[in-house]
């Protein structure tokens, strides 16, 4: 299992724990806490995208560098 496989369900734990806050400050008329929730949001999906995004690109072997004679 790849550290994104592990992080995606967490993600989408937060943001379902973010949804219901923010339905509660919306019930409760609290928009000071529904402008913060709405931005959290916002970084949270940006970074599930951003995720998946880097999972879907081929790591790139670099190589092992070569040792450099002794005095250089």
Same mark, same amino acid.
């Given at each position: @299992?790849?550290?994104?496989?592990e @992080?995606?369900?967490? &993600?989408?734990?937060? !943001? ?6 923010? #339905?509660? #400050? !919306?019930?409760?008329g ?10 959290? &949001? ?11 995004r ?19």
């Open positions: @299992m790849s550290a994104l496989d @992080m995606l369900p967490r &993600l989408d734990e937060i !943001e379902t724990d973010l949804l219901d806050r923010r #339905a509660r #400050a !919306e019930q409760e609290w928009l000071g806490e529904i402008e913060g929730l709405d931005l959290t &949001l916002t970084f949270l999906r940006q970074k599930r995208e951003e995720s998946q880097l999972a879907r690109i081929a790591p790139i072997n670099l190589g092992m560098p070569g040792l450099r004679p002794a005095g250089s």
